[in-house]
């Protein structure tokens, strides 16, 4: 039978960590998303944002026999209807050769544990509508909201903004 572990990312400032390892499971998402030359972070950035008193996300690292297998990329967020902080799911990821062990359900089931604790009400995320895991999400639990649009505002955007003249 396979060993399977979730870990929560361990980064420093200094001497061994995951960030590197966090760039290479990013570029596999990207890889399998069709979008190989998409990733701009560097295990500096992962470092540099995972790290002091206000991390600006957590990752959970999966493993299989003892190999990074896949991972899940989360922040907080809030909801002010509820009254209660949130999770969004950035990222998550299993490559296809550690599929059907049993991976994503731990990751998601880990995830779903650290929103209990934190008093979360919801954990959010988005699908690529032709992702042929989307099964996988209903199969767990989490359903697909087709009454919101998503919106972004990309740095472009961001710096037109704020250089916005409000007299």
């Given at each position: 039978?396979?060993?399977?572990?979730?870990?929560?990312?361990l980064l420093r400032e200094s001497g061994?960590?995951?960030?590197?390892l966090l760039k290479s499971l990013v570029q596999g998402l990207a890889d399998y998303e069709n979008e190989p030359d998409a990733v701009k972070a560097?295990?500096?950035?992962?470092?540099?944002?995972?790290?002091?008193?206000?991390p600006r996300y957590e990752a959970l690292?999966?493993?299989?026999?003892?190999?990074?297998?896949g991972?899940?990329?989360?922040?907080?967020?809030?909801?002010?209807?509820?009254?209660?902080?949130?999770?969004?799911?950035?990222?998550f990821f299993v490559f296809e050769w550690a599929r059907g062990h049993g991976l994503g359900k731990r990751l998601i089931t880990r995830l779903a544990r650290i929103a209990m604790e934190r008093d979360c009400g919801r954990i959010d995320l988005?699908?690529?509508?032709?992702?042929?895991?989307?099964e996988f999400y209903h199969h767990m639990g989490?359903?697909?909201?087709?009454?919101?649009?998503?919106?972004?505002?990309d740095r472009a955007g961001i710096e037109k903004l704020a250089a916005e003249d409000l007299g």
């Open positions: 039978m396979p060993q399977i572990t979730i870990r929560p990312a061994p960590d995951d960030a590197e560097t295990a500096e950035d992962f470092r540099r944002h995972g790290l002091g008193d206000r690292i999966a493993e299989l026999d003892g190999k990074p297998a991972f899940a990329l989360f922040f907080h967020n809030y909801s002010t209807w509820t009254g209660r902080p949130g999770i969004y799911l950035e990222d988005w699908v690529l509508h032709w992702n042929k895991t989307r989490i359903h697909h909201m087709d009454q919101w649009l998503p919106y972004r505002a």
